[in-house]
T-cell receptor, first 112, second 113 residues
């Protein structure tokens, strides 16, 4: 059974700092990995999707990497801003590619 | 596009009552997913459909839960009878194609007293 772990559970940083969020998964037979953002009381917003054949994806200040063999992914956020404060969730897909298994998330707070 | 639409946004009901949650996926998307989020268990996939056909319902917790998708633009998740442990946020998501990005609705916050 796939298990996804996110470290750290919570992170507080000053504005402008670069930061890394970590995600690990137990079964390397995945189709893709997605990073989502969730604001309090809201739904999830997809940030990046990395196919299993890819090593990384970039969108603006965000860069996500994937090492399928070791079961790890990182989300790098450059020059953090208070608006980045949210919960960040990692999810991997298996079982036909559509069954997402989520980690518990990292709660990020960027202080101004 | 308006995105995935869910109704109601909030629902408070008493134990034993029937609850129906509704979802309208993004137009043109052929996959629809129902998730449940709780503090204890996080986000869990309950069931998903492809072209209105249920593909995997292994996440549905018990027979009290049922889901239907009568057409490409509408799905329901029903709980009958509801119990306090069903209290959670229920999300609907849709995607276009297999293994593609899933777009989530705002969720329905359910409280069963």
């Amino acid at each position: 059974k796939q298990e996804v772990t996110q470290i750290p559970a919570a992170l507080s940083v000053p504005e402008g700092e670069n930061l890394v969020l970590n995600c690990s998964f137990t079964d390397s037979a995945i189709y893709n990995l997605q990073w989502f953002r969730q604001d309090p009381g809201k739904g999830l917003t997809s940030l990046l999707l990395i196919q299993s054949s890819q090593r990384e994806q970039t969108s603006g200040r965000l860069n996500a990497s994937l090492d399928k063999s070791s079961g790890r992914s990182t989300l790098y956020i450059a020059a953090s801003q208070p608006g980045d404060s949210a919960t960040y969730l990692c999810a991997v897909s298996g079982g036909g590619g559509n069954k997402l298994v989520f980690g518990a998330g990292t709660i990020l707070r960027v202080k101004s | 596009d308006a995105g995935v639409i869910q109704s109601p946004r909030h629902e408070v009901t008493e134990m034993g009552q029937e609850v129906t949650l509704r979802c309208k996926p993004i137009s043109g998307h052929d996959y629809l997913f129902w998730y449940r989020q709780t503090m204890m268990r996080g986000l869990e996939l309950l069931i998903y459909f492809n072209n209105n056909v249920p593909i995997d319902d292994s996440g549905m917790p018990e027979d009290r839960f049922s889901a239907k998708m009568p057409n490409a633009s509408f799905s329901t998740l029903k709980i009958q009878p509801s119990e306090p442990r069903d209290s959670a946020v229920y999300f609907c998501a849709s995607s276009q194609g297999n293994q593609e990005t899933q777009y989530f609705g705002p969720g329905t916050r359910l409280l069963v007293l």
